[in-house]
């Protein structure tokens, strides 16, 4: 295949803005940028994403570029339904500086901050240079836009994308910068730059879109109950990332593996094949899981997370070092224990079980595991003496469930 074929297939073309680009990218030469805000320090998987595109244009021969909106971070790009938070300059540059870190360590791209460009233009130049460009219709006509209408958007919003497209003219006088890649929901937002250099320069550069990585019922990948999965390991664990690898769709696995993994078309096909006829062993899902963990945080932290994952299946808490505690515990339910408590008070106290009679009924029934061994004396005492580096007790209801008991 070639480069935009193999694209295609994997399911990273949304829009084009011209049918020339498909040559172009096949040829190879182009430089080319990727933005994103500084929103927060670290990078969430949702992002990954768009990277690993990056990554595929580097290969093939293209020029990366990764914009951190130091500028457009301090404005914020119109969010669907409401304005913004305003973030200080100090958290938008504390934020800059923790991406910049974490794209140059997992993928050697260049970054450049759009303030660096923004500091040096008053209003009235902004007004004169580049605002004479644009059009209020044409501005009304864009999504970004357009969806904010019935709420009221900011004039400082409703700015954004003539910023967004100063950002790829900026970069192409520049840095010979003549492609940008973005998600789809930047479309309007990306096309603007094309026109506004066309305008500016008489130069024709290019754009194109990919679609927004979901699951099967349109809910951003990797977002649950609103907290992102980070790539940094500090924020999410290798062993939390796999948790929720392993466990993802089994209709979207392969779409997955398209997106987020370098395992060519043969390798992937063998996946779904396998996938479908036994889906119990979760080989795909295992696989997305490696490749994921071992390209982020390297293969040392896939083998600990399938540690991690394995021992508490098996019951064997005792195997596990404190680090890993500290990781297999983060995502568990958890209680505070301040003195020596019988086990059926401790089951009720943390809402494990909602009453003591059914506590006595899990207990009776060897349903009750602590650090990785069945308890069946209603009259056990939970003491800091025996927990796991006099700190964790992990107590197990059942085949799958884990609370974490904090011993003070």
């Known amino acids: 295949m070639t480069l935009f074929e193999e694209l295609k297939w994997r399911g990273l073309i949304k829009d084009i803005t011209s049918p020339e680009l498909e040559e172009k990218l096949n040829k190879g030469g182009m430089t080319f940028y990727i933005g994103t805000d500084p929103t927060a320090d670290s990078m969430h998987i949702g992002h990954l994403s768009s990277f690993l595109i990056s990554k595929r244009l580097k290969d093939a021969g293209h020029n990366p570029i990764l914009l951190v909106g130091g500028g457009t971070g301090l404005i914020g790009d119109p969010k669907a339904t409401c304005e913004r938070d305003k973030k200080s300059r100090e958290e938008i540059e504390k934020n800059y500086l923790g991406l910049r870190s974490q794209v140059e360590k997992i993928f050697d791209f260049e970054v450049v901050n759009n303030l660096d460009w923004y500091k040096d233009i008053n209003v009235v130049d902004f007004l004169r240079d580049y605002g004479k460009y644009f059009t209020v219709n044409y501005m009304l006509d864009k999504d970004t ?17 003539i910023l967004q497209a100063l950002d790829f003219l900026h970069l192409h006088k520049t840095r010979g910068c003549d492609l940008q890649v973005a998600g789809s929901d930047q479309w309007g937002n990306i096309t603007a730059g094309v026109d506004l250099i066309k305008k500016a320069t008489g130069d024709t550069v290019y754009a194109f879109t990919m679609p927004l990585v979901t699951d099967s019922h349109g809910v951003k990948f990797g977002k649950s109950e609103g907290n992102a999965l980070w790539l940094d390991k500090e924020k999410t664990s290798s062993y939390e990332l796999y948790q929720f690898l392993v466990n993802v769709e089994d209709s979207m696995v392969i779409d997955y593996l398209k997106i987020y993994t370098f395992l060519t078309k043969e390798e992937i096909e063998k996946y779904e094949e396998i996938n479908q006829k036994e889906p119990h062993l979760r080989l795909a899902h295992k696989k997305l899981a490696e490749e994921i963990i071992t390209f982020l945080h390297g293969h040392d932290e896939y083998l600990k997370a399938v540690h991690i994952s394995e021992s508490l299946f098996k019951g064997n808490i005792k195997e596990l070092s404190h680090e890993e505690l500290v990781d297999a515990s983060k995502n568990m339910d958890s209680y505070e224990l301040v003195a020596d408590l019988n086990l059926v008070d401790l089951l009720v106290n943390a809402s494990i079980v909602s009453s003591k009679r059914e506590a006595r009924e899990f207990i009776s029934n060897n349903s009750i595991s602590l650090n ?36 003070k």
């Open 372 to 407: 990785g061994e069945k308890v069946n004396d209603l009259d056990f005492i939970v003491k800091k003496e025996n927990a796991l580096f006099k700190e964790f007790t992990i107590i197990r209801k059942g085949k799958k469930k884990y609370f974490v008991i904090r011993h």
């Open 145 to 161: 836009v357009r969806r904010r209408l019935e709420t009221g958007i900011s004039f400082t919003e409703f700015s954004y994308m």
